[in-house]
């Protein structure tokens, strides 16, 4: 069974330009989160879809962070314009119940954004 | 005070040894707790669940505490393969499982 896949692996852009990140959960997994680890910092979460529905958006920096889930498959990240902080490693994860606290949750390879 | 503190080292150990790792969290009523593995420039994979009686699997034991908001990870017998940043990571939520990472522990196992 695939895992969770992540596009682009690399991504360099300038500083006010758009990039779209994609996120792809396993197959099933109504639950898919977002998270990022800037350089010399721990992973931090952004948000949480269930299904396609948005259940927790705390974690996104600001509005120039948009992320959708729409058919509740796959996801994108988008940030507009870029900022030099944006740069970092954003990991996708994805999981089956969220009823269980302990249900496991699955990481995707991670996309390495540099803003330049 | 970090949500999540862990000291970064490195550990630098020989092949064999035995090397334990600790974790403090702030959120007393955080609801569950793990240890993930991370190797260099991959995604983290989950390591063990920490449950409150403690657990064991094979080489490796996880404990927690409550009471001290502590959580631990024992290596036995140390292999190179062991080598990995150790991530103590936290649900600090009651309803969906939200996660909450430490920055990580770097464990060097040498021949």
């Known amino acids: 069974e695939a895992g969770v896949t992540q596009f682009p692996s690399h991504s360099v852009i300038e500083k006010g330009q758009t990039v779209t990140l994609r996120c792809d959960p396993i197959?099933?997994?109504?639950?898919l989160y977002w998270y990022r680890r800037v350089m010399g910092k721990e992973i931090k979460f952004l948000l949480h879809?269930?299904?396609?529905?948005?259940?927790?958006e705390s974690g996104m920096p600001n509005n120039r962070f948009l992320a959708e889930r729409t058919g509740g498959t796959y996801s994108t990240l988008k940030v507009q314009p870029a900022e030099l902080e944006d740069s970092g490693v954003y990991f996708c994860?994805?999981?089956?119940?969220?009823?269980?606290?302990?249900?496991?949750?699955?990481f995707g390879p991670g996309t390495r954004l540099t803003v330049l | 005070r970090k949500e999540v503190e862990q000291d970064p080292g490195p550990f630098n150990v020989p092949e064999g040894a035995t090397v334990a790792f600790n974790c403090t969290y702030s959120?007393?009523?955080?609801?569950?707790f793990f240890w993930y593995r991370q190797d260099c420039r991959k995604e983290p994979k989950l390591l063990m669940s920490?449950?409150?009686s403690g657990n064991e699997d094979g080489r490796f034991t996880a404990q927690l505490n409550r009471a001290s908001q502590y959580i631990s990870l024992l290596i036995r017998d140390s292999k190179l393969s062991d080598s990995a940043t150790y991530l103590c990571?936290?649900?600090?939520?009651?309803?969906?499982?939200?996660?909450?990472f430490g920055k990580g522990t770097m464990l060097l196992v040498s021949p």
């Open positions: 994860a994805s999981s089956q119940d969220p009823g269980d606290s302990y249900n496991e949750q699955f």
């Open positions: 197959s099933g997994h109504d639950n």
């Open positions: 879809f269930v299904k396609e529905s948005k259940q927790d």
């Open positions: 959120n007393s009523a955080s609801q569950s």
């Open positions: 920490v449950y409150s």
């Open positions: 990571v936290v649900n600090m939520n009651s309803g969906y499982s939200t996660l909450t």
